[in-house]
């Protein structure tokens, strides 16, 4: 089955710039959509089909996909920025949805 | 406003059986293909199972193939998950999820999502 790989936990002081990983092979043929979880709430979609933004998601938010990497990157970091990110993808050889183990960003 | 609520959640014992449901509003539910995605306390994110638009695509993941079963009601405009043998290792948040149409009838990304239910199985 199709593994997607994310770094548990990234740290960045506010104003710097975030980037978020999500590793799997040739992912850059895949779909990339990217979830921002808060503590006790649900999910939020924040970039889907590797670099569009969902209304009401800063342009701070972005995404990239290429080869085996896609990259979330979040700009000038706020404190608010501080949650659990998720990648995801449809793996069309097993008909399964594919989430990555999440990665924890913390604001320093 | 789109919404979606979720309810039916709560405690079971192992082998015994639960119905979720997810009531939605604010938009065209039945355009709409939509998802169970569920998650361990403590843990990550993990798809359950999908329909499509009129119910008559599902998938589900190998966790639970064979025992939960996803429907729909287009009139009431509700989603439904019936699970059957459970067990503990499906103690979760369960979430019903939204995917936007055009996505090819099949679960591409997740849009909107409700605010969970919680499952819990033990004796």
């Known amino acids: 089955s199709y593994v997607l790989t994310q770094p548990p936990s990234v740290s960045v002081a506010p104003g710097q710039t975030a980037r978020i990983t999500c590793g799997g092979n040739n992912i850059g043929s895949k779909s990339v959509h990217w979830y921002q979880q808060k503590p006790g709430q649900a999910p939020v979609l924040v970039v889907y089909?590797?670099?569009d933004r969902p209304s009401g998601i800063p342009e701070r938010c972005s995404g990239s996909n290429s080869g085996n990497t896609a990259t979330l990157t979040i700009s000038r970091v706020e404190a608010g920025d501080e949650a659990d990110y998720y990648c995801?993808?449809?793996?069309?050889?097993?008909?399964?949805?594919?989430f990555g183990g999440g990665t924890k960003l913390t604001v320093l | 406003e789109v919404q979606l609520v979720e309810s039916g959640g709560g405690l079971v014992q192992p082998g015994g059986s639960l119905r979720l449901s997810c009531a939605a509003s604010g938009f065209i539910f039945s355009s709409y293909e939509m998802n169970w995605v569920r998650q361990a306390p403590g843990k990550g994110l993990e798809w359950a199972a999908y329909?499509?638009?009129?119910?008559?695509?599902?998938y589900y993941a190998d966790s639970v193939k064979g025992r939960f079963t996803i429907s729909r009601d287009n009139a009431k405009n509700s989603l439904y998950l019936q699970m059957n043998s459970l067990r503990a290792e499906d103690t979760a948040v369960y979430y019903c999820?939204?995917?936007?149409?055009?996505?090819?009838?099949?679960?591409?990304?997740?849009?909107?999502w409700g605010q969970g239910t919680l499952v819990t199985v033990s004796s």
């Open positions: 329909i499509s638009t009129r119910g008559s695509t599902m």
């Open positions: 995801q993808v449809w793996d069309s050889s097993s008909d399964h949805v594919v």
């Open positions: 999820a939204r995917t936007p149409p055009g996505s090819g009838w099949y679960p591409s990304y997740f849009d909107s």
């Open positions: 089909d590797a670099s």
